[in-house]
């Protein structure tokens, strides 16, 4: 009876050994597929985000191409008072102070509408280079020709005293283009 004993307790102890060994390749099996499939879930979520970054600036940039193309002779009044409308937005934001703006039709390429601006303007050099960002961040193709930034002309003493930063006289010349749709 002592020997049945024996050998159903080796009998167990062999079960429970062949049951761990087994359950302990089966969970690294899982876990090897558990890990494959985390990389792949992974690498789809980059994929996808980058799609949906790619997409939202192609979307912007087709938003640009729409408000690029058109039909028309010349541009309409409420495009180019909306146009400066927006600029007299940025200008304000970036509290500048406007010396003059002017636009005036010049010379444009064969299948192109042209319209051009002369804006004077007076800020600091970071009012000046955030206004540029914002003003070439809007959808519309925008040439700037020329950039003429002077220093004003002030006291030494109140300079001096105030220690605020240098003011200068921005004047830029920009045109906004169209193209023309062939029909």
């Keep these: 009876m002592k020997e049945k004993y024996t050998v159903f307790?080796?009998?167990m102890v062999l079960i429970s050994v062949l049951f761990f060994m087994l359950a302990g390749n089966s969970l690294r099996?899982?876990?090897?597929e558990i890990e494959n499939y985390d990389k792949k879930i992974k690498t789809t979520l980059?994929?996808?985000?980058?799609?949906?970054?790619m997409d939202q600036q192609l979307s912007q940039f087709r938003e640009i191409l729409d408000n690029s193309l058109t039909t028309e002779k010349k541009f309409s009044v409420d495009e180019?008072?909306?146009?400066?409308?927006?600029?007299?937005?940025?200008r304000d934001q970036n509290q500048l102070k406007l010396i003059k703006i002017s636009d005036s039709n010049k010379f444009t390429q064969v299948g192109m509408l042209e319209t051009t601006y002369t804006i004077e303007l007076q800020g600091t050099f970071r009012q000046m280079g955030q206004f540029i960002s914002e003003l070439e961040a809007q959808?519309?193709?925008?040439?700037?020709?020329?950039?003429?930034?002077?220093?004003?002309?002030?006291?030494?003493?109140?300079q001096a005293t105030d220690g605020s930063a240098n003011i200068y006289?921005?004047?830029?010349?920009?045109?906004?283009?169209?193209?023309k749709k062939e029909v």
């Excluded at 099996?29 to 090897?32: A, D, E, F, T, V």
């Excluded at 180019?80 to 940025?90: A, K, Y």
């Design 9 to 11: 307790i080796l009998g």
């Design 29 to 32: 099996k899982n876990l090897g």
């Design 46 to 53: 980059e994929k996808l985000n980058s799609a949906m970054i």
């Design 80 to 90: 180019l008072n909306n146009f400066q409308r927006g600029i007299e937005m940025l």
């Design 139 to 158: 959808n519309h193709i925008i040439k700037i020709q020329y950039l003429d930034v002077s220093p004003l002309q002030t006291t030494e003493k109140s």
């Design 169 to 179: 006289r921005i004047t830029m010349e920009m045109s906004i283009l169209k193209v």
